[in-house]
Every structure is written in structure tokens, then in C-alpha cells.
């Protein structure tokens, strides 16, 4: 056991040297890139094509933080580039940005406005969702690949030429498909299929699609992936049940490529997952997390969360924190569960085991409002708020709303409307015995907010009634006591 303390703990900082100057940050590591390195890595020739043919003379340049100590060489190339044709014309305004306020993946206009910004440059791997507001650049800077070496781990991992695999890789090395395909199509396989960028989150592979092909998606699940580089785990999960196996191509180094297949790893964490839906189906108040700022139709998506929580009878709170954390998070301590509104990548919270109440996706939150009768996970999975704004979408469709629903209430009774009476004049909701979560602990709550008794009996005109003291009442001008 710990010895007592004899003193009262140091809880501040001691001033001595609160004047010295502080000691200087270590200088970052200067940029490696060769001149035609940079200009091929972040293809200075296209984007300057771009920016020209866009008319465009404020331009931002987001990058990621492992990219940012190439960024003035960037903007010194680009420009060069930009005058060397445009010579005589105004000077183009470039700005850098850093920080992003919410995920790097995602184009932050929001600092994009704030440079006065009419186009956005966005450097490296990306979830390609849909701006609401300025258009984007999207520069994948490409990486090299020992074609060689990955031919050799695809045709250790599948000997049979027959299989059916198709053929994926990270954006900053979606050059290398084609000709790896290429290749393993001479040495025989003639069942292997190749993948373009497409920018559609909600496609079967997202942002994908098979080239010179028509796959239903049916079709697909009979297909083997094999994936170069390690994708982020909302792919993973998103991939499982659309394909028959994983095989991710893992690349610590360009030269050493290490073959491993996540299909059993994924499919825990999948069921993991489905643990947290279960415990945000008890919760009785709900967070709507918004997670950017930047994606088409975040405010309609954040009106359908709502709107689906209140309908559950849940009460719901929308918070705007930026960066997420646990101890931003901490501070609500009302809130019983947490749904992140953001793009597919960024919706799925990897490392959550930190997190006082569960962070769950717009598609896991809607698995967690359904019934226990209804409550069914074949193994789908997916994040962001694309399809949640296509199912809001066909749900308007439905044919029994407007005149069809009002009169559906119409021809219910009195009786349908108010809560049924038992023996002693106790409502039946009150009489049923309490139910006990067994995986929260405590009794489940199904308090609602109090409202106007229905009543069944026909309204009577008022009339004037006794007055008078007790002892004397008189009704109306009758001066008789009654």
C-alpha cells in the first residue's frame, strides 16, 4: 500500500523560469525530393494545366502533415510552372493549409474560405466525397511499387490460374494496376480484373469500378480481392460481406512486400462492432457528432438523423467539436452514445476503446434503433452518410403520407388514441413490470414527455356556474341555497 502523502501535490508549473526564453522546437527535416522527383510526385504540370483551363487566380494547397516540409518547393514549382505560360497575366495567389480541422482525407473548404480561395488542391490519399462549395484538385502523389516482387506474392498466394481476384490498390498507388495486371495476365491469369477511380462512395467498391466489365454485385462476392497497400479499416469493414476473401498486400518498404489475408481479423472487428450497437440501443440520449463540414448534404444528412432518433422516442443533441478525441467527448457526460456524421472513411472511429460512450456509424445507428425483432446484421457494413441520404431519399417516396397518413388517424377511435385503463385506474403502461438490461446493468426507461390526456367525451358549451360562499351557494339567479 502506497505511503501517505506528507505534503499537498505540485498541481502547477513552477514559475522560476517563466521568463526565460523556451527552448526552440527542433528543426524539421528538410525536403529529400529531387527536382523531377517533386515535379513528377505532385504532378506540377497537371495542376498548373488545371488551374489555367479553370481560370482560377486564388488557389489553396491542402496537404497532409507528413507532406508539409515539401510544401514551399511545391508552391515555388507551381508557380514557375503557372508563369512560364502565363507570362504577363496577374499574379495567381497560392496559400498553403495546414491543420486540418477535421480529417485529412476530407478537403477542408472551411480553411479554404478563410484564405478567400476559389479552388483546392488536395494532396494525397483522399475519401474522394463530394464538396459542397469550391471545386477540388485531387493530386494522388504516387508511389513507387516493385511490380516484380508483387507479381510474385499474388502468384504464391493463388497458384490456380482459374481464381477469379480483382485487382485494387490505395490511390497513391493506383498507377501500378494496369500493368500489374498486365503482367499476371501473361503469365495465364486470365480471371483477374482491374479497378478505376471512380468518385462515388456509394459504389459497390467505393470509389471504384471494374474496368471493362459490368459485375452485379451479386457477382462479386464470388471474386477474391487483392488489395497493394493497407486500407483504412472502413474499408475493410465495407469490403468483407461485398467479397469472398481479402488479401492485402502490405508494404513496409517499396522492395519488401508482405502478403497477409485480414478476412478472420476483419470479421471480429465487425462483430465488435455489433457489440456497441447493442449497447447504444439502450441509450435514451443521443449525440450527433459532426464530423465536417465539407461533404454534400451534411445538413440533410444531420436533419435525418434527428428526425430517425426522434422517432425512436430518443432524445438527440448535434455537437460541432472538430478534432475528435475522449476528453472532448468526456465533457457531455448526459449523452449515452455518440453517431458520426462524416465522410466513409472518417465516420468509423478506429481506436475507440478509449471513449467513455460508444461512437457508432449513421448505418450502425439505424441496426441499433430497429427492434430486438428486427435487429438482423448479415455481415453489411458501412460508414459515411451516402447511403443514408439515398434510404432518406426513398423513404419520401412512401405512398402513405400526407392525405393518406392524416386519414389513417382520422379512422382510428378515441380508444386507439389513449392508453388503455386497468382495474384501479392505472394506466397500462405503468403497470407492466420494470425490464432489466443485462448488458447495461439498469432498468430500461421508457419515460416519454407528458402530454394532454385524450378524452373521449363530446365538448359541452360553458355554463355559469354556483357562486356565492360555501355555506350558501346560488346557481345562476336562482337565490335558493342548493
Known amino acids: 500500500m502506497a505511503a501517505d502523502l506528507a505534503v499537498a501535490p505540485v498541481l502547477s508549473t513552477p514559475d522560476d523560469h517563466i521568463f526565460e526564453a523556451a527552448a526552440s522546437l527542433p528543426a524539421a527535416a528538410p525536403s529529400t525530393l529531387s527536382a523531377d522527383a517533386l515535379r513528377s510526385t505532385y504532378e506540377i504540370a497537371r495542376t498548373a494545366a488545371e488551374i489555367r483551363h479553370g481560370g482560377w487566380a486564388r488557389v489553396a494547397l491542402q496537404f497532409p502533415d507528413h507532406m508539409l516540409v515539401d510544401a514551399p518547393r511545391v508552391v515555388e514549382a507551381l508557380l514557375r510552372e503557372l508563369q512560364q505560360v502565363d507570362a504577363g497575366a496577374p499574379a495567381r495567389r497560392v496559400h498553403i493549409l495546414a491543420d486540418t480541422s477535421y480529417s485529412a482525407c476530407c478537403v477542408d473548404e472551411v480553411a479554404a474560405e478563410h484564405a478567400d480561395a476559389q479552388v483546392v488542391v488536395h494532396y494525397g490519399r483522399t475519401c474522394l466525397s463530394p464538396t459542397s462549395r469550391l471545386p477540388v484538385i485531387y493530386v494522388y502523389t504516387s508511389r513507387d511499387l516493385d511490380q516484380d ?143 465536417t463540414l465539407s461533404v454534400a448534404n451534411y445538413l440533410s444528412s444531420i436533419d435525418a438523423l434527428r428526425d430517425m432518433i426522434a422517432r425512436a422516442g430518443k432524445k438527440s443533441y448535434t455537437v460541432v467539436v472538430g478534432k475528435l478525441n475522449p476528453a472532448k467527448l468526456a465533457n457531455f457526460a448526459e449523452v449515452e452514445g455518440w453517431v458520426v456524421v462524416g465522410c466513409w472513411e472518417s465516420g468509423l472511429i478506429e481506436d475507440d476503446a478509449g471513449y467513455w460512450r460508444p461512437v457508432v456509424t449513421p448505418f450502425e445507428l439505424q441496426v441499433a434503433l430497429m427492434s430486438e425483432h428486427e435487429r438482423t446484421w448479415g455481415g453489411e457494413w458501412w460508414g459515411g452518410i451516402e447511403k443514408l441520404r439515398r434510404q432518406t431519399a426513398d423513404s419520401n417516396h412512401d405512398p402513405k403520407d400526407g392525405a393518406e397518413a392524416k386519414a389513417s388517424c382520422q379512422e382510428a377511435g378515441p380508444e386507439d388514441t389513449q392508453d388503455d385503463i386497468v382495474e384501479g385506474d392505472v394506466q397500462g403502461d405503468e403497470s407492466l413490470p420494470p425490464e432489466f438490461d443485462l448488458r447495461t446493468g439498469r432498468l430500461v426507461s421508457h419515460s416519454r414527455p407528458m402530454r394532454l390526456t385524450v378524452r373521449s367525451a363530446p365538448s359541452a358549451l360553458v355554463e355559469q356556474g354556483r357562486s356565492g360562499i360555501a355555506r350558501g351557494y346560488r346557481v345562476g339567479d336562482d337565490e335558493a341555497k342548493t
Open 149 to 291: 516482387a508483387a507479381v510474385g506474392a499474388f502468384v504464391a498466394e493463388f497458384p490456380d490460374k482459374e481464381s477469379d481476384v480483382v485487382v485494387m490498390a490505395d490511390l497513391t498507388f493506383q498507377n501500378h494496376v494496369e500493368p500489374l495486371t498486365a503482367k499476371l495476365r501473361a503469365l495465364g491469369y486470365d480471371n483477374v480484373l482491374s479497378t478505376d477511380v471512380v468518385r462515388d462512395p456509394d459504389n459497390v467498391i467505393p470509389n471504384r469500378r471494374i474496368s471493362g466489365s459490368t459485375l452485379e454485385a451479386e457477382a462479386i462476392k464470388t471474386y477474391s480481392l487483392f488489395h497493394v497497400a493497407d486500407p483504412p479499416q472502413s474499408l475493410l469493414l465495407a469490403l468483407q460481406s461485398r467479397f469472398a476473401a481479402l488479401h492485402v498486400l502490405s508494404l513496409p518498404s517499396s522492395s519488401a512486400p508482405s502478403l497477409e489475408n485480414p478476412t478472420l481479423r476483419t470479421a471480429g472487428l465487425l462483430r465488435r462492432r455489433f457489440a456497441r450497437v447493442l449497447t447504444l440501443a439502450s441509450a435514451g440520449v443521443i449525440g450527433i457528432l459532426v464530423n
